[in-house]
C-alpha cells in the first residue's frame, strides 16, 4: 500500500526559503501524477503544485508561481517543492498526494488526488 509522507516543514523568516519533501513508501511513485496542497487554519485546502509522472509537466497557481519549484526523483521516489520568497500567506499545513494527471483542473480538484500524507507545517513569520 502506497503510503506518502512529507517532511522539511519549519519556521522561517519572510524572504525566506525551505524544501519540502515527499517520500513514498510501499509502491513506486513513478506511476503517479503528485501534487502539493495546502491548508492554512480556517481556509479550504487549496492546490498550488503538481507534476506529472514523468516529470515533464509542471503546474502552479498563481500564488506561487516564480517563487516555488516542483520536482521528482523518481529512483529516489521522493517529490520535492522548493519555496522561495516566503510569504507569511504561505503559514499552512502542506501535504501531498498522488493522482492520475497534472494540470490546473486537478489542483482544483482535490479529490482527484490519493494517498494524503499527514502533512507538514510551515510557518512564515518574523
Known amino acids: 500500500q502506497l503510503r506518502l509522507a512529507e517532511s522539511g516543514g519549519g519556521l522561517v523568516q519572510p524572504g525566506g526559503s525551505l524544501t519540502l519533501s515527499c517520500a513514498a513508501s510501499g509502491s513506486t511513485l513513478d506511476n503517479y501524477a503528485i501534487g502539493w496542497f495546502r491548508q492554512a487554519p480556517g481556509k479550504e485546502r487549496e492546490g498550488i503544485s503538481c507534476i506529472n509522472r514523468s516529470g515533464e509537466i509542471t503546474t502552479y497557481v498563481d500564488s506561487v508561481k516564480g517563487r516555488f519549484t516542483i520536482s521528482r526523483n523518481n529512483a529516489e521516489n521522493t517529490v520535492y517543492l522548493q519555496m522561495n520568497s516566503l510569504k507569511p500567506k504561505d503559514t499552512a499545513v502542506y501535504s501531498c498526494?498522488?493522482?492520475?494527471?497534472?494540470?490546473?483542473?486537478?489542483?482544483?480538484?482535490?479529490?482527484?488526488?490519493?494517498?494524503w500524507g499527514q502533512g507538514t507545517q510551515v510557518t512564515v513569520s518574523s
Open positions: 498526494a498522488v493522482g492520475g494527471y497534472c494540470s490546473h483542473y486537478d489542483l482544483e480538484t482535490p479529490g482527484n488526488f490519493g494517498s
